[in-house]
């Protein structure tokens, strides 16, 4: 994959990086998701060992976060735990998908790599966030680590939703209606890459119940980091209309499932982004 460096002004603020990324650390907040968290922490696993087997030389960390669990993600979660030390499951009464990926990032950024001093510094760190009700395709975090060593600050990518066999003209208004190519205005949290020092110095995952994706987008965008919009490793995500937040991704395909009703736009999704 040949990647173009992405564009910046850095009259406008920080700009892009160049630094290699060394760390690389993965958030996944998950709530009552049983039922797909398996198949999310396999398809991660597979992506984690693509980068081992492809010889890239970064760490590679993963924080799970329950937050309010009520269902048997807990066992599920302590199981694959068990059985690969490179996932971590921190639980905890978050109340809100915003709180708990800020909470797993602080957590994600703790965790020191042992035996290399300059571990842990934020301008070579890179943050992959996902959902539980989602699974990455295996060469996920490779593409996410190429951008970022190209200088991209921000990587924002898109996603396909799972086929609904009962209602099939769910899939056939989603790709009508969905713009999968680079540059595209999506913003999804289920797919979504950023540097720790980005991350940091546009004050991280705002603490909110739904758009916290799209509220650090736009602070990181703000600061004049590099954002990348790629179409280039899409996610694969859970096409369920009704979502753990009272909007948000989940809502936008709500209104897909009314025949007789013209889809939103992708503003729940999306942000402007100016670029110089």
Request: charged letters at 20%; proline letters at 7%; glycine letters at 8%.
């Amino acid at each position: 994959m040949t990647i173009a460096s992405p564009v910046s002004d850095p009259a406008t603020g920080e700009g892009s990086s160049r630094t290699p990324i060394r760390d690389l650390r993965i958030v996944v907040p998950a709530r009552d998701e049983a039922e797909t968290l398996a198949e999310c922490l396999d398809a991660l696993t597979v992506a984690m060992d693509s980068m081992r087997c492809a010889g890239a030389g970064v760490r590679v960390q993963l924080v799970l976060v329950l937050d309010s669990c009520r269902d048997a993600s807990a066992r599920i979660a302590a199981r694959a735990a068990e059985r690969d030390p490179r996932i971590h499951v921190i639980e905890g009464l978050h109340g809100s998908v915003g709180k708990a990926r800020r909470t797993g990032v602080s957590v994600a950024l703790s965790l020191i790599s042992e035996g290399d001093p300059t571990a842990g510094d934020p301008t070579s760190t890179w943050i992959s966030s996902t959902d539980a009700d989602s699974a990455v395709p295996p060469g996920w975090l490779l593409s996410q680590l190429e951008f970022a060593d190209a200088g991209t600050d921000l990587l924002l990518g898109t996603v396909n939703v799972e086929p609904q066999t009962d209602a099939p003209h769910i899939e056939a208004r989603w790709r009508r209606d969905y713009s999968s190519i680079e540059g595209h205005p999506h913003i999804h949290g289920a797919n979504l890459g950023v540097r720790a020092s980005a991350y940091l110095a546009a004050g991280g995952f705002p603490p909110l119940r739904e758009h916290e994706d799209t509220g650090l987008a736009a602070a990181v965008t703000a600061c004049g980091f590099a954002v990348h919009s790629t179409a280039s490793s899409p996610v694969l995500t859970s096409a369920r209309p009704r979502g753990r937040t009272p909007g948000g991704f989940a809502g936008y395909l709500e209104d897909l499932y009314a025949p007789n009703l013209e889809p939103r736009d992708n503003r729940d999704t999306a942000i402007e982004r100016s670029r110089a």
